[in-house]
């Protein structure tokens, strides 16, 4: 890939994309290549069919590079909540005597508590606050003079089974792998910094996995992932009308939460069969499952109860409830809280499906820039 374009997989609980991009004029981004192949998904621990994950990725990989007409080197994997373990703590660093914050002194504090829980790797630390000796609390601290440093930072392992399985996929490839949390990823690109200063509650419903996330700073506080979205909700009207997962996941598309239809009834054929469906049945069917969702929410909103979060919207993104119409209303009544859904404020992309690619691809060409060298030729001398 050229110097200025990265190349980002983005692996969701039903497809994975590739996407090679590079960014435009007043952020915007151009993209040379997308790629997206369905695959069977995973459960908490495991990719439910290795084998079908590692032809999706090949497949988007070789697809992407021959429409760029240029080989991959370098890769950002977005990994998934479902493989992920965010860790907060609390580190300090102490200096003999009074410094000026820079660079160094922030590696120093990060590198203080990098070491890996059992099971998985360090791929990043961030920041939600830091605090000087004199007790300021501050969210940026580069350029203050103390004779001590401490954070409240947020540290986000990969599992080694993830991690070994991407490894095992690209070994003959030779392309290397960079690591990218994806959840972080999406909050910092989707929420603005000054509204996660003051905490935020954010939820990606995905297909088969949703995850919900309490964010402060550049950081995350909090981070679960459950195993509810919309390929759930297609198992309830499957099993509701004796249809096919196919035809479920159809109707989902076609549902409207906001009405109801007084006896109306819709047909769909299968082959030789014929069901009958009643669009009132039908609709309770969907908020049965889009309460188990609500369930999840409100075990989270419970785990992580505090002042802070009283009365704060929830802001949703991803595949999983923006085709079926309603859907955030519902979960807006149901957890007693104000839902605004996200996307990215990009042409053509402006779809809460399209959240992680592109969010993916900012944290990874923010990423690629720091490596540059005029970059860290800046960084040094104060630029």
């Given at each position: 890939m050229g110097r200025k374009s990265v190349a980002v997989l983005d692996i969701r609980s039903s497809e994975v994309s590739v996407i090679v991009g590079e960014r435009g004029v007043n952020n915007t981004y151009v993209f040379k290549a997308i790629h997206t192949e369905e695959y069977d998904g995973y459960d908490e621990n495991h990719f439910l069919e290795e084998a079908g994950l590692a032809n999706a990725i090949v497949g988007s990989v070789t697809a992407v590079e021959r429409i760029c007409?240029?080989?991959?080197?370098?890769?950002?994997?977005?990994?998934?909540?479902?493989?992920?373990?965010?860790?907060?703590?609390?580190?300090?660093?102490?200096?003999?005597?009074?410094?000026?914050?820079?660079?160094?002194?922030?590696?120093?504090?990060?590198?203080?508590?990098?070491?890996?829980?059992?099971?998985?790797?360090?791929?990043?630390?961030?920041?939600?606050?830091y605090v000087t000796a004199d007790d300021r609390r501050v969210i940026d601290p580069v350029g203050l003079s103390s004779t001590s440093l401490s954070g409240v930072l947020s540290y986000f392992y990969c599992s080694d089974y993830f991690a070994k399985l991407m490894e095992h996929i690209f070994a003959d490839m030779q392309i290397s792998l960079r690591y990218l949390p994806t959840q972080l990823a999406m909050a910092t690109y989707l929420i603005p910094s000054e509204t996660r200063?003051?905490?935020a509650l954010f939820l990606d419903v995905g297909f088969m996995s949703t995850s919900l996330c309490v964010l402060l700073g550049n950081g995350i506080l909090a981070q679960r992932t459950y195993f509810v979205g919309k390929g759930q909700i297609a198992v309830h009207v499957m099993q509701r009308f004796s249809i096919s997962y196919e035809s479920s996941l159809a109707l989902l598309s076609k549902a409207n939460l906001f009405t109801r239809s007084n006896g109306a009834k819709m047909e769909i054929s299968e082959g030789n069969t014929t069901h009958e469906i009643d669009m009132d049945a039908f609709v309770e069917a969907v908020k049965e499952g889009l309460d188990e969702i609500c369930e999840k929410i409100?075990?989270?909103?419970?785990?992580?109860?505090?002042?802070?979060?009283?009365?704060?919207?929830?802001?949703?993104?991803?595949?999983?409830?923006?085709?079926?119409?309603?859907a955030l209303e519902h979960i807006s009544k149901r957890v007693s809280r104000v839902c605004e859904q996200l996307?990215?404020?990009?042409?053509?992309?402006?779809?809460?499906?399209?959240?992680?690619?592109?969010?993916?691809?900012?944290?990874?060409?923010?990423?690629n820039l720091k490596q540059s060298f005029f970059y860290k030729f800046a960084k040094k001398f104060g630029g």
């Open positions: 007409g240029e080989r991959i080197r370098e890769l950002y994997v977005g990994v998934p909540g479902a493989f992920t373990r965010v860790v907060p703590k609390e580190q300090l660093v102490g200096f003999p005597k009074n410094r000026t914050i820079g660079q160094r002194e922030l590696d120093a504090l990060f590198a203080s508590g990098q070491k890996a829980p059992k099971g998985y790797r360090f791929i990043r630390a961030t920041s939600m606050i200063d003051e905490y409100g075990s989270f909103l419970d785990e992580c109860s505090g002042k802070e979060l009283d009365f704060k919207p929830l802001y949703v993104t991803g595949e999983g409830l923006a085709d079926i119409r309603g996307a990215p404020d990009l042409p053509y992309y402006n779809k809460p499906a399209m959240s992680s690619r592109i969010a993916l691809v900012d944290l990874a060409y923010e990423d």
